[in-house]
Each structure stands twice: as structure tokens, then as C-alpha cells.
């Protein structure tokens, strides 16, 4: 298909996949599934030093736990190494760049000395000057060279589909290397001639890049090849408003799954950091993610991350999620606390979805769920001293809560209403308030002081529980 759209994400594996880039990478594959286009992924591994192949792997997890399927990928830029350099030979054949001899520690002094004085610097030209004969005579004696692109004069100018126009003067542009004296390509080079390779036609990443953009411009043009649209995405700042960072805690996806956050709520959480739909709807399932997603609603402004609305989102996604689905999300949390039993998917199926029914309205992470689930699940009762102290201290109440388990035994059906109507009963002949009745009730029951509602609770524990806990309190 012609003008079918290409994206691409490009992370480099030097870290875990990021909030940033995991919205840079949401941007990409949301404009490609609405387009109908292509999602590509290309691994930016030619930093060798500080790329690893466990950093690929994890944000490769990262990317699939998000739901960000690629189409075509993952591509490593390093095979692509051979075909990096020899766009550049085009280039120095074609006049558009050159060698150069000097030494990389000089021409860093004297950048240095220029920072000093603060006047800016720019790598004087002097290899510009050399003709072909002596280049490949100095080659031929082995001197190391670079290659640099012979910066064109003139403006660049550009339209960003997020920033709109800009323009930087060619004169303010060094002519930067493409191709360092160990061989090694550089990324401006790497970059452009892989996405011209695979036929991007929308670059789409992080505002970081703006400044990237100018000398790729001029490789592409210098090769002759169709610009793509640029669109370059908002920064993502902390709540204190610097550049987000591990200052601010937590910034990979991965330690977000490993709270607790679930995928559906933090793609929903990333979309609103830099795009809004253009109202004030929160809340997108993906379809309508895709459906509303445009460039056009991609913000100048930098994003500010809020962690209190990624829980919100987590919490709005938890109670809406399917019974089958929570399971499958929180079983690894039951398993790892030690809780799990396989009945929760069989006999015990339904009872299990009750008490995670129970569980939800305040469930802000998957971990809470094993967590307040532990009562439900354990066989004794696990006291809190305070909870003792509070509402068990009166020598009366033990006996009011056996009377309570007495009157719950006799009653024809337990359900919430009988219940209730019990407590208050009991509560009105005891001449006592039923908060003090209720409160003591839920200390029996669940050691603590605070819990879901208490007959709620009671139902989750089941008639049997309910009343034998009443009626033989621990702790003595
Ligand atoms: N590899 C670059 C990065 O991780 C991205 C390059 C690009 O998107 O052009 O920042």
C-alpha cells in the first residue's frame, strides 16, 4: 500500500524502559493503529558500552505488559552497521561530507576553552581544505579519520506537527561527525539512514530530540530522500516540575507493574500526559483511545506526572475490570503472599469473587488485594493489639458478642438485611449503641479496626465463621 504511515520507536537499551519513552511509545503505536499503518520497533543498540541485551529483553516486556504490539521488529540498529557506513561513503562521494584528520583531544580543548571563555565553538573546517589525493595518500598511511557532513549554508526550516515552525540558521550548525575514527557510526547517521531503510513517515519521540532534528533534516535532503512528518512529544516532568527523573521514585513501567498498576490504567494514565482529546473525558478504553487519538491534540506544554491520578486509574480500571481478568491479575500477588489455593478458580470460584467484589472499591493497586484478603483466607484470627485495646476492653462486650453469635445461629437465612435487623435488635435490648456492638464484631472477626463494611465482611466469612468467631473471641 502507498502512503501507508510507518512509525517507529527507536528506545536505546541503556535502561529499563521508562515512563517517557513508554508514552513516546503509546504516541507511535496509537498513530499507527489509527492510521491503519505500521508499528515498528527498532532496538538503538550501537552504544555498545552501554547497551544490554537484558535491557532489550525488559523493555521488550515492558512494551508487551503495556499492550504496545509492534508489527515489524524488533529490529537491532546494529545490524544495520555496514549500510550506516556506506551511506556515509555516498555522502563523501557526493561532496555532502568529508574526512577529516584532526585530532578528536585538540578540537575538544579547544571546544573547551570557548565554553571558558563562553563563546561558542565550532570545528574550523581546516580537513575541508584537503584535496583527494592528499586524503588518500594520509589514509593509506594509516591516519584516522572521521567523517564529517559539510554542513550546507542557509536556514533549515521545518514544520513539527506538535511544535509548528521552526527555523535554525545553517551557520549555528557544526559540522558534526557521522562516522568516528574507530568506524563507528553516529546516531544522527544510524538514525536517518535507518528510518529512510524502513520508510518511516512520521517521526514520532521525545521533545529532546527537536534540537536532533536540523542535521537530519540536511542528511536527508542530502541524500536526496522524503522528509518525514516530525512530531516531537512533550517532556514528562515530576510533580516538582523538573525534568522527571529517579529523583521523583519510580520511573520504569516495570517497577509500575510491580505495584500493583495494571496495563489498561497506566496506557490510559500515559495518553493524558501530553495529548487530550479536546474535552474533558478521562477515561478511554482502547478503542476509543485509538479512535480519538490525533497528532492535533498532542500539547506544547511539558506533561507533569501525578502519581495520585495514576492511582486514581488504577483504582477506576480495578473495579471495572472482569471477574476472570482480576483473577488472572491479582493471582500472582495471592501467590506470592503465600495465599493462593486453586479452589479460588473451582469450588471456591464464586466465594472468591465475592470477597474480591468486597475487596475493589478501595483496591488502588493489585498488591492490596492479597493484603486484605489475608483475613478471608488464614485460619486464625490475627489481633491488633490497639483494636483489642479500643474495642474489646469493656468486660461486657464479650458477652454481648456471644449473645450476637447466639441470636445469628437461630436466624432462618443470613443475609445482610436479617443481620442487620440483629445487630440493631440485640444493640436496642442491650441498651448499647450499635457502632459499639458492630465495632467489637469486627475486631472478632478480623483482628483489626478497620475493614470493609462489617456485615459485607460477615457474608465474605460466612455464616459458620462469623458466628463460631463471635462466640469463642481470641486472644484471652
Ligand atoms: N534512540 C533514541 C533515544 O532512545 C531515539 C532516537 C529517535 O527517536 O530518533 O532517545
Redesign the pocket.
Known amino acids: 500500500m502507498t502512503n501507508q504511515v510507518r512509525v517507529?520507536?527507536?528506545?536505546?537499551p541503556?535502561g529499563y524502559l521508562h515512563v517517557g519513552?513508554a508514552r513516546?511509545a503509546l504516541f507511535d503505536w496509537l498513530y499507527a493503529r489509527k492510521t491503519g499503518g505500521v508499528f515498528i520497533l527498532?532496538i538503538?543498540d550501537t552504544d555498545t558500552e552501554r547497551s544490554s541485551d537484558e535491557m532489550t529483553t525488559g523493555i521488550l516486556e515492558s512494551m508487551t505488559w503495556l499492550g504496545l504490539t509492534w508489527d515489524e521488529g524488533p529490529f537491532l540498529?546494529s545490524d544495520g552497521v555496514d549500510r550506516h557506513r556506506a551511506t556515509a561513503e555516498r555522502l563523501v562521494e557526493s561532496g555532502h561530507a568529508y574526512r577529516c584528520f584532526c585530532p578528536a583531544e585538540a578540537i575538544e580543548q579547544k571546544r573547551q576553552e570557548a565554553a571558558a571563555r563562553k563563546t561558542d565553538f565550532k570545528y574550523d573546517r581546516t580537513c575541508l581544505r584537503l584535496g583527494p589525493e592528499e586524503v588518500r595518500g594520509r589514509l593509506a598511511n594509516g591516519e584516522k579519520a572521521v567523517i564529517r557532513f559539510k554542513v550546507p549554508q542557509g536556514a533549515v526550516t521545518f514544520k513539527d506537527a506538535v511544535i509548528g515552525d521552526i527555523t535554525i540558521a545553517g551557520e549555528t550548525i557544526e559540522d558534526f561527525v557521522l562516522v568516528r575514527s574507530n568506524t563507528q557510526p553516529t546516531?544522527h547517521l544510524s538514525?536517518v539512514s535507518d528510518?529512510i531503510e524502513m520508510r518511516i513517515t512520521h517521526?514520532i519521540?521525545?521533545a529532546?530530540?527537536v534540537n536532533?532534528t536540523p542535521k537530519?533534516i540536511l542528511l536527508y535532503q542530502a541524500l536526496g530522500a522524503t522528509l518525514p512528518v516530525f512530531a516531537h512529544v512533550p517532556l514528562i516532568l515530576g510533580p516538582d516540575k523538573t525534568r522527571m527523573s529517579k529523583r521523583h521514585g519510580a520511573t520504569s513501567v516495570q517497577s509500575y507493574a510491580e505495584q500493583g498498576i495494571i496495563p489498561e490504567a497506566f496506557r490510559n494514565f500515559l495518553a493524558l500526559m501530553g495529548w487530550s482529546p479536546g474535552n474533558d473525558q478521562e477515561l478511554f478504553d482502547t478503542e476509543e483511545l485509538i479512535r480519538c487519538f490525533s497528532l492535533e491534540g498532542i500539547s506544547r506544554t511539558n506533561a507533569v506526572f501525578n502519581p495520585e491520578k495514576l492511582a486514581w486509574f488504577n483504582l477506576q480500571y480495578i473495579q471495572k475490570l472482569p471477574d476472570e481478568k482480576l483473577i488472572a491479575y491479582v493471582k500472582p500477588e495471592f501467590e506470592k503472599a503465600g495465599l493462593w489455593k486453586d479452589e479460588f478458580q473451582t469450588e471456591k470460584y464464586a466465594w472468591f469473587c465475592s470477597m474480591l467484589a468486597l475487596l475493589r472499591p478501595r483496591a488502588k493497586t493489585l498488591l492490596e488485594f492479597p493484603r486484605q484478603a489475608r483475613m478471608f483466607i488464614i485460619d486464625a484470627v490475627e489481633f491488633d493489639p490497639a483494636a483489642v485495646e479500643k474495642s474489646m476492653n469493656d468486660p461486657s462486650i464479650r458477652r454481648n458478642l456471644a449473645a450476637l453469635g447466639q441470636r445469628l445461629e437461630a436466624l432462618p437465612d443470613f443475609t445482610h438485611d436479617a443481620v442487620e435487623a440483629t445487630i440493631r435488635g440485640l444493640a436496642t435490648e442491650l441498651g448499647i449503641k450499635p457502632g459499639a456492638l458492630m465495632s467489637g464484631a469486627r475486631v472478632a472477626l478480623t483482628g483489626q479496626s478497620v475493614s470493609p463494611g462489617l456485615i459485607e465482611t460477615m457474608l465474605v466469612f460466612g455464616r459458620e465463621k462469623t458466628i463460631s468467631r463471635l462466640l469463642h473471641i481470641g486472644p484471652q
Open positions: 517507529r520507536f527507536a528506545p536505546s541503556t519513552g513516546t527498532r538503538e540498529q546516531y538514525v528510518d517521526v519521540r521525545g529532546d530530540h536532533n537530519q
